[in-house]
């Protein structure tokens, strides 16, 4: 019997806890426990290291260290006895540069594009800021202000003194900018607004929901470009008939809509039937359950879905070329084919260079959706 | 809240008709889940309604408020036929509050922000006049501390008193209660089962499923068995317990209660 009031124990003092192993501390730690665990890691570790050696010196080397920073002409950028391995050809950049950027619009009226990128950069980090004072005035600026005053900048009116600049005449990162921005505006509402009508009750707008999806994902991009533009014209009078650019962007918003239908869709069934039925419950509407309590927890699951599908929509842009618009991709291809500047690394020098700028923009989008990731997860713990 | 009639007719059944269910028959496919349900419940009556799983008690308790239709009988809510017209089921909803199982709390919002949210968009109540209403509640099921956290940080019994003062911001005539407490864990139920105590004795029509067999005791006017669909057993709960009159409420019971 008095064996078992022996083995009666109470902790009077906590213990203190112990500082962390050496081993797991510091960078020695680090480099132990990330790259030299176990055996297969330090193989691992080493091959990284060797391609990393054989493949990083040479790109420097070509796009920096041997690379033609000035010049006029194809000349600057050919090998000769001064420079036998001539890099990249940046001088082809520099010379083009305000090409790349406006395309063929007139010289006087450049000044107009570049308020029009200051007034889209203002609203977008207005709009993007998550510490930004009055996001709402920001929304009415960047949905209602801003779309107009492009206009008005972009296009021209002969009332205030602006000319009018056809829209044959834009072209490089201004059309790029402006087909990826007003996609992106205008497909994602438009998908919202297409998935709630999948799942409508109501057949009429369901099956109308499903057919516009389902055929405008049934084909590719292009022939939603050609149709845009070769067959609107069929249904409309000619005077009548949108420009061509408008055209585009019609088929591109149509097209990323479709997309985008689908990815909300994803997010509205991730919704537990449990938050429908508490909103019904307290008497919400349709609308109001919707938009309160339904799409906010969609968009929020479905939120790098919907970033994935904005940046695609970014570099679906580049199709555009296929209806005669001269976007930036497009604008690198014609100054790389002008025969004063056919010189060996030309090509090579202006892809990087649309593959810089295609990079930065899609990379932007994608950290700015991580940071609200990351900002929502927080807020909910 | 609650007005005039008070927990002094709440005792007394037939004094104003708050539900009437008659001749209520549904189907999920081939089941026959509701069978002639019939059921009257006064103005301020507390009623538990117990009985195995899949016996149709929370279909019953969700066609209330029309959370489920239902293909023959009628209820009448407040004086109100339900029918199929949208506006009619609004109307319902907003006097009829209701408490579910997984508390389904709004994640995306704060506590407060749950509880102002119908108050703001549905009875068009100003956001400050809302705030203050809900921190009332909030109050009164003893968490106002929590009022700015988001639910996911709350224990389940801290949610759902959330859900349950979510629920009286609307002014409920009458609240429906879908097993409040199966999903708690065990140290939970009693401060649920005592917020809905102290509800009780304000005079608020209740309806709740449960197996709280102890709360029925203390709370309840009525205690309802059902099973298979249909209602088997009504009666005090003094009776209901102490001298059961059907055979399924006995064997019901001994299943319960060890």
């Given amino acids: 019997m008095s064996a078992i009031s022996d083995q009666v124990y109470v902790r009077v003092l906590p213990t203190e806890p112990l500082p962390p192993p050496a081993a797991d501390a510091g960078i020695i730690g680090w480099l132990r426990a990330n790259l030299f665990s176990v055996v297969g890691n330090v193989v691992l570790t080493l091959i990284c290291l060797a391609v990393i050696a054989l493949v990083v010196p040479p790109l420097v080397r070509f796009f ?19 420079q036998p391995h001539p890099g990249a050809c940046w001088a082809f950049v520099r010379v083009w540069f305000s090409y790349f950027i406006y395309g063929f619009y007139p010289l006087g009226e450049r000044w107009r594009v570049d308020l029009f990128f200051l007034a889209l950069a203002f609203g977008v980090v207005w709009l993007c800021r998550l510490s930004a004072p009055r996001r709402g005035i920001g929304a009415i600026y960047f949905f209602v202000v801003l779309p107009m005053l492009s206009y008005v900048l972009l296009h021209g009116a002969p009332l205030i003194g602006l000319k009018i600049v056809p829209t044959s ?5 201004l059309v790029t900018v402006v087909v990826a921005t007003i996609g992106i ?39 939603v470009l050609f149709m845009a533009s070769v067959m609107l014209p069929l249904f409309v009078p000619e005077r009548l008939a949108p420009d061509k650019l408008v055209r585009a962007l019609i088929g591109v918003a149509l097209f990323a809509s479709a997309y985008m239908a689908e990815v909300v869709r994803g997010g509205l069934a991730a919704v537990p039937r449990g938050q429908y039925e508490a909103a019904s419950a307290l008497g919400l509407t349709w609308w109001r359950l919707m938009a309160l309590v339904i799409l906010p927890q969609a968009l929020r699951v479905t939120l790098p879905n919907i970033v994935n599908t904005f940046i695609g929509l970014f570099k679906d842009t580049t199709l555009v070329f296929v209806v005669g618009i001269f976007d930036f991709l497009r604008t690198i291809e014609v100054a790389r084919a002008d025969p004063s500047w056919a010189a060996p690394n030309v090509a090579v020098t202006g892809y990087v260079f649309a593959a810089l700028f295609y990079f930065a923009c899609c990379y932007g989008m994608s950290r700015y959706a991580r940071t609200v990731e990351t900002r929502l997860a927080r807020g909910r713990r | ?39 009257k419940v006064a103005r301020g009556e507390r009623i538990v309604i117990c009985g195995p799983s899949g016996g149709g008690k929370s279909t019953l308790l969700r066609c209330i408020n029309r959370l ?31 408490v579910f199982q997984q508390f389904n709390l709004f994640p995306h ?23 203050a209403l809900a921190m009332n509640y909030l109050a009164r099921v003893k968490i106002p501390e929590q009022a700015h956290k988001y639910p996911a940080r709350l224990s389940g019994g801290q949610q759902q008193r959330v859900a349950i003062a979510r629920a009286l911001c609307m002014n409920p005539n009458i609240m429906l209660f879908d097993e409040p407490t199966s999903a708690l864990d065990p140290e939970m139920v009693k401060e649920v089962l005592d917020t809905m105590v102290a509800l009780a004795a ?50 019901f019971l001994k299943q319960i209660i060890h």
């Fill in chain 2, 109 to 131: 919002l704060t506590v407060l922000e749950n509880c102002t949210l119908a108050p703001i968009w549905v009875r068009h109540m100003p956001k400050r006049d809302a705030e």
């Fill in chain 2, 202 to 251: 304000d005079g608020i029509t209740m309806l709740v499923v449960s197996h709280e067999m102890g709360f029925a005791r203390q709370v309840a006017d009525r205690v309802i068995l059902m099973a298979e669909g249909q209602i088997v057993e009504i009666n005090a709960p003094k009776n209901f317990f102490d001298h059961p009159q059907h055979e399924r409420t006995r064997a």
């Fill in chain 2, 1 to 39: 809240m609650q007005e005039g009639s008070g927990s002094s007719s709440a005792a007394m059944p037939g004094a104003e008709v708050a539900v009437e269910i008659a001749g209520l028959d549904k189907w999920y496919g081939d089941f026959h889940v509701l069978r002639d349900v019939n059921l």
């Fill in chain 1, 185 to 223: 505006v205008v497909s994602l509402p438009l998908g919202i607004l297409l998935a709630l009508g999948r799942r409508s009750g109501l057949p009429v707008v369901k099956v109308a929901a499903v057919g516009f999806i389902e055929f405008v994902r049934g084909v590719p991009v292009i022939t």
């Fill in chain 1, 64 to 82: 920096v260290i041997d690379a033609v920073w000035s010049g006029s002409s194809r000349e600057a950028c050919l090998a000769s006895v001064e």
């Fill in chain 2, 68 to 98: 489920e239709d239902w293909q023959r009988g009628r209820i009448v809510v407040d004086g109100l036929e339900l029918t199929d017209d949208p506006k009619r089921i609004l109307v319902v909803r907003r006097d009829v509050g209701m």
């Fill in chain 1, 169 to 173: 005449l834009w072209g490089g990162m």
